[in-house]
């Protein structure tokens, strides 16, 4: 079946430096891929997605590119801030649901 | 515009009660779904509703969980009896669209915390 394999966590950075959060899939198909991210007392919400190979997904700095290759999503930024201490989550979307990754928890101190 | 709403925020019951979640989308959104998030894991789908209909319920343990959805608007999902197990966030999202559908972004609640002792 279908599956998401995130990076444990926490990752710990300081302010303005690069992250990467590492995602990889099993799915059967061309599944459309998405990052969600869950801040402190709040809901997921959707960060970003790809709905092909090679597409490249971007929201608030946020970037990820869809490797069919490689069968991965990492999530990628070029420099962190405090606010983004957050659970972010690699999904998949297969025929009908989502499949989530475990999370992986960012903190970001200043 | 309102989101997703859920209530209660956090239940805490004994094994062996029974319990129950309400969910009312965002207006507008056929599809509704209802997951369960365990304490170091990702969300798993238990059930999927288009309007008042089940498109998938293959997760939910249905000899304790039901879960419906009356006139295709507010959900309800009811464990009866609770089990130690059962101890997870309860979320519940809704989107505009279906599967490959580009207006398919899912909106999730806050999520009901639920504790059983």
């Known amino acids: 079946g279908d599956s998401v394999t995130q990076m444990e966590g926490p990752v710990t950075l300081s302010e303005e430096a690069f992250l990467t959060i590492n995602c990889t899939y099993t799915?059967?198909?061309?599944?459309?891929l998405f990052w969600y991210v869950q801040y402190p007392g709040e809901g997921l919400q959707l960060l970003l997605k790809?709905?092909?190979?090679?597409d490249k997904g971007s929201n608030k700095g946020f970037e990820a590119t869809y490797r069919k290759e490689t069968t991965s999503f990492h999530l990628e930024k070029g420099s962190v801030q405090v606010s983004d201490s957050a659970v972010y989550f690699c999904?998949?979307?297969?025929?009908?649901?989502?499949?989530f990754g475990k999370g992986t928890m960012l903190l970001v101190s200043p | 515009e309102a989101g997703v709403a859920q209530s209660p925020r956090y239940k805490i019951i004994e094994k062996r009660q029974s319990v129950a979640f309400w969910c009312n989308p965002i207006?507008?959104?056929?599809?509704l779904y209802w997951y369960q998030q365990i304490l170091g894991q990702g969300p798993k789908l238990l059930i999927q509703?288009?309007?008042?209909?089940?498109?998938?319920d293959s997760q939910l343990p249905k000899d304790r969980f039901s879960a419906e959805r009356l006139k295709g608007v507010d959900s309800t999902l009811k464990i009866q009896p609770a089990k130690l197990e059962d101890s997870a966030v309860y979320l519940c999202?809704?989107?505009?669209?279906?599967?490959?559908?580009?207006?398919?972004?899912?909106?999730f609640g806050e999520g009901s915390r639920l504790t059983v002792l």
């Open positions: 999202a809704s989107s505009f669209g279906q599967a490959f559908d580009s207006r398919r972004e899912l909106f």
């Open positions: 799915a059967t198909g061309y599944p459309s």
């Open positions: 790809a709905t092909k190979a090679d």
């Open positions: 999904a998949l979307e297969g025929y009908s649901t989502l499949t």
């Open positions: 207006s507008g959104h056929a599809t």
């Open positions: 509703f288009q309007n008042n209909g089940v498109v998938d």
